[in-house]
T-cell receptor
Framework: QKEVEQDPGPLSVPEGAIVSLNCTYS??????FMWYRQYSRKGPELLMY????GNKEDGRFTAQVDKSSKYISLFIRDSQPSDSATYLC???????????FGPGTRLSVLP | DSGVTQTPKHLITATGQRVTLRCSPR?????VYWYQQSLDQGLQFLIQ???????AKGNILERFSAQQFPDLHSELNLSSLELGDSALYFC????????????FGQGTRLTVV
């Protein structure tokens, strides 16, 4: 079993839709959770960072963490064509070791 | 702009050659990470340095090596290059090595011909 698994996509939605992106992880030592957005062949851009179960909101983005289920989600409200990118979840354990990235979900928001 | 600077942006070289990729972390960040991303592949962790010392090692080939200098910039050295080494190489930095988020540079695109 991979340490971090992510919905493979690709995902296509109409402009204005609510998007749900999901990751699961296997190791309960993971304590810090991040979502990155990566435009084609560019560096990943940090969107959200959280370390507790529950929801964290930033504008149109909401990160949700359920440690008991080892499940994290990113919700995008009122999706825009500019949100079209690959979304990567990343997880870090409590001992400060490297980040483990999911394989990414490619999202296309159609005008 | 994440504040992480990578040079060069593009590099084309022949098989068997050696190249050096450079990374300047964000001001104040002590930890540097190197990742490889092949075409349509995920980010593969290579190595992490914290304040000049190797902190963690991932799937880094023996032909590859890295170091972090006293001014905290880092270099990734790739030698005896093969066609399969063609990829995007990303550097990321974080304030410390434990519980903070990481910020990525724009990457170096390496093409081995």
């Amino acid at each position: 079993q991979k340490e971090v698994e992510q919905d493979p996509g690709p995902l296509s939605v109409p402009e204005g839709a609510i998007v749900s992106l999901n990751c699961t992880y296997s190791n309960s030592a993971f304590q810090y959770f991040m979502w990155y957005r990566q435009y084609s062949r560019k560096g990943p851009e940090l969107l959200m960072y959280t370390y507790s179960s529950g929801n964290k909101e930033d504008g149109r983005f909401t990160a949700q963490v359920d440690k008991s289920s080892k499940y994290i989600s990113l919700f995008i409200r009122d999706s825009q064509p500019s949100d079209s990118a690959t979304y990567l979840c990343a997880i870090r354990d409590n001992y400060g070791q490297n980040f483990v990235f999911g394989p990414g979900t490619r999202l296309s928001v159609l005008p | 702009d994440s504040g992480v600077t990578q040079t060069p942006k593009h590099l084309i070289t022949a098989t068997g050659q050696r190249v050096t990729l450079r990374c300047s972390p964000r001001s104040g960040d002590l930890s540097v990470y190197w990742y490889q991303q092949s075409l349509d592949q995920g980010l593969q962790f290579l190595i992490q340095y914290y304040n000049g010392e190797e902190r963690a090692k991932g799937n880094i080939l023996e032909r590859f090596s890295a170091q972090q200098f006293p001014d905290l910039h880092s270099e990734l050295n790739l030698s005896s290059l093969e066609l399969g080494d063609s990829a995007l190489y990303f550097c990321a930095s974080s304030v410390d090595g434990e519980n903070t988020e990481a910020f990525f540079g724009q990457g170096t695109r390496l093409t081995v011909v």
